[in-house]
T-cell receptor
Framework: GQQLNQSPQSMFIQEGEDVSMNCTSSSIFNTWLWYKQDPGEGPVLLIALYKAGELTSNGRLTAQFGITRKDSFLNISASIPSDVGIYFCAGSLGGYQKVTFGTGTKLQVIP | GAVVSQHPSWVICKSGTSVKIECRSLDFQATTMFWYRQFPKQSLMLMATSNEGSKATYEQGVEKDKFLINHASLTLSTLTVTSAHPEDSSFYIC????????????????FGPGTRLTVT
């Protein structure tokens, strides 16, 4: 089945630093999604990408849909303490197809 | 917009009993709802896809007789864990996909806050 690997698995950064994380797949997707999950909560949708090469921003967050359609990247600029959480990428073949989640990247921000 | 609620937020039950978890889309209609299971420090694993008015589609390895899913309306899906055992203890999360777009609501999945199930 499809597998989505995220890296890094976890990271500690200083407040104010920029963060980059990526997600790679063994097969192509037509839709890439990025979610953030706080402890004990459900994931919250951050950014949705629908076209290969697409670059989309949401505030300090920027995500890109890889040209090969097998990867995606998420960047967070000028991190703040509330950015702490687990970030999941997710892929779908689009339409009403199911979504497959990545392994997650745990982000911790040091004030 | 796009608020999904779950009830209860946490539940403790004895082994052998059944537990029902509700998932509601509060401000949009959802033809499709999804049920996920998440173990500590792990990713979300899709258990089943629930379509309003029809039988749920279960992922491989998920026992449909143990995890009963009912999607009776466009705003409500329920998951019943029957004859629960300690190994069923987990964080169960539902998500709902809107039937159409409106404002900031898109076709993507919106997640509920999750239900923590502990079976003793």
């Amino acid at each position: 089945g499809q597998q989505l690997n995220q890296s890094p698995q976890s990271m500690f950064i200083q407040e104010g630093e920029d963060v980059s994380m990526n997600c790679t797949s063994s097969s192509i997707f037509n839709t890439w999604l990025w979610y953030k999950q706080d402890p004990g909560e459900g994931p919250v949708l951050l950014i949705a990408l629908y076209k290969a090469g697409e670059l989309t921003s949401n505030g300090r967050l920027t995500a890109q849909f890889g040209i090969t359609r097998k990867d995606s990247f998420l960047n967070i600029s000028a991190s703040i303490p509330s950015d702490v959480g687990i970030y999941f990428c997710a892929g779908s073949l689009g339409g009403y197809q199911k979504v497959t989640f990545g392994t997650g990247t745990k982000l911790q921000v040091i004030p | 917009g796009a608020v999904v609620s779950q009830h209860p937020s946490w539940v403790i039950c004895k082994s052998g009993t059944s537990v029902k978890i509700e998932c509601r889309s509060l401000d949009f209609q959802a033809t499709t709802m999804f049920w996920y299971r998440q173990f500590p420090k792990q990713s979300l694993m899709l258990m089943a896809t629930s379509n309003e008015g029809s039988k749920a589609t279960y992922e491989q390895g998920v026992e449909k007789d143990k995890f009963l899913i009912n999607h009776a309306s466009l705003t409500l899906s329920t998951l019943t864990v029957t004859s629960a055992h300690p190994e069923d203890s987990s964080f169960y999360i539902c998500s709902a996909r809107a039937t159409g777009t409106s404002g900031t609501i898109s076709y993507e999945q919106y997640f509920g806050p999750g239900t923590r199930l502990t079976v003793t």
